[in-house]
């Protein structure tokens, strides 16, 4: 039943519902890293009540994008460079394993499925100019790449440790769509990591996804390096693959 705002009012849709909200509130860098999220003006601003609201917020501390701190509640995760670093290094090795797999094993619904993902991302791609409501899903589409892939591998923990590491690394793609100008890059990257696995090309699938992460790790230490020239500081990264 939906209420005078549109809004599906039935309980579970209002968790999802004000799960969803917030998360593109984090990921759209309406509210900051460190910021608070206060459950009254997220109330009064979603127009949802306070209930399903809570339960979203515990729901995206556990995918890393919250933090809920003494005295202070839940606040938007500030990226802690160091673990990123080794998240980064982390699902470097479990993408290539993955795609390796999935090229091995992957079935013709996983093949369309990844053709229809790659047409609407041609949809994207076309148009010069994006608004920040497009580019926000052309992200999202772009990580069900990812998801069909490690899904196509049929390998229950692969899938359950990637997919949490989708979620916590979710604030660091927008390294690469706002603060790098080489989204061009990702999605080039996107149709080889795609067309090797569809070819069912093992060696080349995993070694597309390894670039593929190694410069998503290349680019936030970019980031990391104009900030210490800003600062006079030097902030290297987890030490890992390079």
């Known amino acids: ?21 917030v998360r593109a509130m984090i990921l759209r860098g309406e509210v900051r890293p460190g910021e608070p999220l206060r459950e009254r003006e997220l109330s009064d601003k979603l127009g949802l009540s306070r209930t399903p ?9 556990i995918a890393g994008l919250v933090e809920n701190q003494p005295h202070r509640g839940y606040t938007v995760t500030v990226v802690d460079l160091k673990t990123a670093g080794e998240l980064l290094d982390l699902r470097m090795i479990l993408d290539a394993h993955a795609a390796a797999l999935a090229a091995a094993s992957i079935t013709e619904k996983g093949i369309a499925e990844l053709d229809a993902v ?11 100019h994006l608004s920040l409501d497009d580019l926000a899903e052309e992200v999202r589409t772009g990580m069900r790449i990812h998801e069909i892939i490690v899904r196509e591998t049929g390998q229950r923990f692969l899938i359950d440790t990637l997919n949490a590491l989708y979620g916590r690394l979710s604030l660091l793609i927008w390294v690469d769509v706002l603060w790098i100008d080489r989204w061009d890059l990702t999605r ?10 569809t070819a069912r090309d093992r060696k080349r699938a995993a070694r597309a996804a390894e670039l593929h992460v190694q410069r998503s790790r290349d680019d936030l230490q970019r980031v990391v390096d104009a900030q210490s020239l800003l600062h006079g500081t030097h902030r290297p990264l987890a030490e890992g693959r390079r």
Do not use: S, W
Not at 53 to 61: S, V
Not at 188 to 197: D, L, N, R, T, W
């Open 1 to 21: 039943m939906k209420g005078p705002d549109n809004i599906d009012r039935n309980p579970a849709t209002l968790k999802q519902t004000a799960f969803d909200r």
């Open 53 to 61: 609201l809570r339960e979203a917020l515990n729901k995206l501390e």
């Open 118 to 128: 790659m047409r609407r991302l041609a949809a994207f791609e076309a148009h010069e």
């Open 188 to 197: 080039a990257e996107h149709k080889e990591i795609v067309a090797a696995v």
